[in-house]
């Protein structure tokens, strides 16, 4: 099973152009599960919806509850934003968590959790986005802490184990990330435990995701970093859901465009 995750940068920069990198990166991936954050929806249009239908996938979507601060940076009342999940199985289940913040903080970043009918077992399935101020660690750790709950409430009775993808915004060193995975410091959930999947990556591959070679990152000048997951659960019977191979993906150029100011990551789990 290939998992994508991929921050979309919703309608920034050349959005139009980039939409058709986007495909163009997805299509040669071939996945068939895909976490996005970022999402555009506007005028009667849906991203995930389109690049859904371009690939022969399934689709569910949440919107943002509080899209004006998005809306006010580039100028248009009118679109709105919010996660996503592209899917080859059908979705059966769906639920959003609205991630917790402060109002100065509270942007509307959400969870999406969508219940996956893949052959011979379910797959519990999350994204989520959270707050991107650098100086909010604190704030993402409480929607780190929430993010693990709402795992834990909708894992439910599958052998496949939960898979929680997203833009979390944080380096991989940082409490929030430790407090999701479970295994370098007290779970959020008691005995629950995700795996970064790029631990299985090869090492020296690159891994940032958040990448000054990124013409989009670097007009920041902030330093490059991994900042999006893959967290799988411990694996089923017969090792069911490990990793196999993860990385990045997404990280050049497309016929001259960049997709987004993020790379995607790829994880191949075992589905058997």
Known sequence: MRVVTWNLWWRFGPWEARQKAILAVLRDLGPDVVGLQEVWSADGENLAEWLAGALGMHWTWAASPVPGPWRRRIGDPAVDIGNAVLSRWPVVERDVLRLPAPREFDDGRLALYARLAAPGHQVPFFTAHLASALHASAVRRDQAAALARFVARHRGDTGFPPVVTGD?????????????????????????????????????????????ANPYVAAGHEPSARIDYIHVGPPGPGGLGHVRAVRRAGDGPVDGVWPSDHAAVVADLAET
Request: aromatic share 16%.
């Open 168 to 212: 979390f915004n944080a380096w991989p060193d940082s409490d929030e990330i430790r407090l999701l995975g479970g295994y370098r410091t007290a779970p959020a959930v008691p005995g629950q435990v995700l795996f970064d999947a790029w631990q299985y990556a090869e090492p020296g591959a690159p891994d940032a995701t958040w990448d000054a």
